[in-house]
Nanobody
Framework: QVQLVESGGGLVQPGGSLRLSCAASGFTLEYYAIGWFRQAPGKEREGVSCISSSDGSTYYADSVKGRFTISRDNAKNTVYLQMNSLKPEDTAVYYC???????????????WGQGTQVTVSS
């Protein structure tokens, strides 16, 4: 059974950092493109980042470029999202999902986790 479990969310002040983790089970993560999208209340889903399966190329939304870094640890079957210089507008529920594309689209027929809440507030 394919499962993705996110962790690492929380409350952080503006300018702070968080690292989200997504542990995969039921499939070998290194063979799939995997990434993160987020959804804030009243807003549409936004693709945040994606890392390819082939060469580890990474892709980011303009809104997070230079602040967020996606990485994967194939030995742990886990993908990470390091978030620095957080802003209040980064507040959302963050989901890891697979597959994803370089255009930061995520298939409605793919797999995603239950989400983890990130709140950026003073």
């Amino acid at each position: 059974q394919v499962q993705l479990v996110e962790s690492g969310g929380g409350l952080v002040q503006p300018g702070g950092s968080l690292r989200l983790s997504c542990a995969a089970s039921g499939f070998t993560l290194e063979y799939y493109a995997i990434g993160w999208f987020r959804q804030a209340p009243g807003k549409e889903r936004e693709g945040v980042s994606c890392i390819s399966s082939s060469d580890g190329s990474t892709y980011y939304a303009d809104s997070v470029k230079g602040r967020f870094t996606i990485s994967r640890d194939n030995a742990k079957n886990t993908v990470y999202l390091q978030m620095n210089s957080l802003k209040p507008e980064d507040t959302a529920v963050y989901y890891c999902a697979s597959p994803c594309t370089s255009w930061l689209t995520f298939s409605d027929f793919g797999s995603w986790g239950q989400g983890t809440q990130v709140t950026v507030s003073s």
